[in-house]
């Protein structure tokens, strides 16, 4: 079955920097949408990147464009999210997602990892 497990999570002061992992098995990653994708304490969940994991292609929301950077490794089947430039507002759950097609609503997306927190704090 499909298997997404992010790791990487954790503290880091304004204007760190942070690289989140996201491990997969149970379908075909080289040839699928990845999605980062995370919830702030009370609020709902906000797309922040996706990959087309095959040509590589990236995508960002306007909050993170210039600051994060998705990219994959498809022989090792891990998604990664490199995160530079934190302020305060990063602050949340961050989730790795799978999906068979292209979407920046999160509602489309039918598998996710459990989740990584990370803190932007000083």
């Known amino acids: 079955q499909v298997q997404l497990v992010e790791s990487g999570g954790g503290l880091v002061q304004p204007g760190g920097s942070l690289r989140l992992s996201c491990t997969t098995s149970?379908?075909?990653?080289?040839?699928?949408?990845m999605y980062w994708v995370r919830q702030a304490p009370g609020k709902g969940l906000e797309y922040v990147s996706g990959?087309?994991?095959?040509?590589?292609?990236?995508y960002y929301a306007d909050s993170v464009r210039g600051r994060f950077t998705i990219s994959r490794d498809i022989a090792k089947n891990t998604l990664y999210l490199q995160m530079g430039s934190l302020k305060f507002e990063d602050t949340a759950v961050y989730y790795c997602?799978?999906?068979?097609?292209?979407?920046?609503?999160?509602?489309?997306?039918?598998?996710w990892g459990k989740g990584t927190q990370v803190t932007v704090s000083s």
């Open positions: 997602a799978y999906s068979p097609k292209a979407s920046i609503d999160p509602a489309d997306y039918p598998y």
């Open positions: 149970g379908f075909t990653f080289s040839t699928s949408w």
């Open positions: 990959i087309n994991t095959g040509p590589g292609n990236t």
